[in-house]
């Protein structure tokens, strides 16, 4: 199975702080067909998971643009340029290029 | 707009069959390119995936699992299902099911159903 490695763990941050998410997989994420099928999720508090990224870097409908996603192959960043108090919970990145899917064990983001 | 619903036993014991189900709406599974999976999440943990079904009716499964699963569907009725045979304490957990598009990621997710293995 693919494994994806975040980090760092936890992050601290204050608001209105630019952070990144590193997302590292254990083989490369590029399927035949093209795509990437490499995304994140950000699990708030007592919620269900939600997008916000897909396919490395196109925004999902309704998802402010302080979120962005970047990288290819192995090496994937979620940045969030500019904190807000609603985007604390647990992110993960998830892959579907290789069954099975599998997701990485998540980055909880919590304010300093 | 799109939901999903998940609804199961709440407590079961093991070596028992669990059953969910997920009921939803905004989209068929008849049309093109569009799935239905499941995912769990055990109390303070991460996400396991478990399977997929699509509106062709392929099926993929967790391959750490996929004795104990069968996934299936009612497109008629919007639902899509979940049977794991035999479970232990070790499926504790909250169950979702999320919609899938054949272009990539689960992008609607239901509210998760608490499923406790106890005797």
């Known amino acids: 199975d693919v494994v994806l490695t975040q980090t760092p763990p936890t992050l601290s941050a204050t608001i209105g702080q630019s952070v990144s998410i590193s997302c590292r997989s254990s083989?490369?994420?590029?399927?035949?067909?093209?795509?990437?099928?490499l995304h994140w999720l950000l699990q708030r508090p007592g919620q269900s998971p939600q997008l916000l990224i897909y396919?490395?870097?196109r925004l999902e409908s309704g998802v402010p643009n302080r979120f962005s996603g970047s990288g290819s192959g192995t090496d994937f960043t979620l940045k969030i340029s500019g904190v807000e108090a609603e985007d604390l919970g647990v992110y993960y990145c998830?892959?579907?290029?290789?069954?099975?899917?599998?997701f990485g064990a998540g980055t909880k983001l919590e304010l300093k | 707009q799109v939901t999903l619903k998940e609804s199961g036993p709440g407590i079961l014991q093991p070596s028992q069959t669990l059953s969910l189900t997920c009921t939803f709406s905004?989209?068929?599974?008849?049309?093109?390119?569009?799935?239905v999976g499941w995912i769990r999440q055990p109390s303070g943990k991460g996400l396991e995936w478990l399977a997929n079904?699509?509106?062709?009716?392929?099926?993929y499964y967790n391959p750490s699992l996929k004795n104990r699963l069968t996934i299936s569907k009612d497109t008629s009725n919007n639902q899509a299902f979940l049977k794991i045979t035999n479970v232990d304490t070790a499926d504790t957990a909250t169950y979702y099911c999320?919609?899938?598009?054949?272009?990539?990621?689960?992008?609607?997710w239901g509210q998760g159903v608490m499923v406790t293995v106890s005797s």
């Open positions: 999320a919609r899938i598009l054949i272009t990539g990621p689960f992008d609607y």
């Open positions: 905004g989209f068929s599974l008849s049309t093109y390119g569009m799935g």
């Open positions: 079904i699509w509106w062709d009716d392929d099926k």
């Open positions: 083989q490369s994420l590029l399927h035949s067909n093209g795509n990437t099928y």
């Open positions: 396919l490395v870097s």
């Open positions: 998830v892959q579907g290029t290789h069954a099975p899917y599998t």
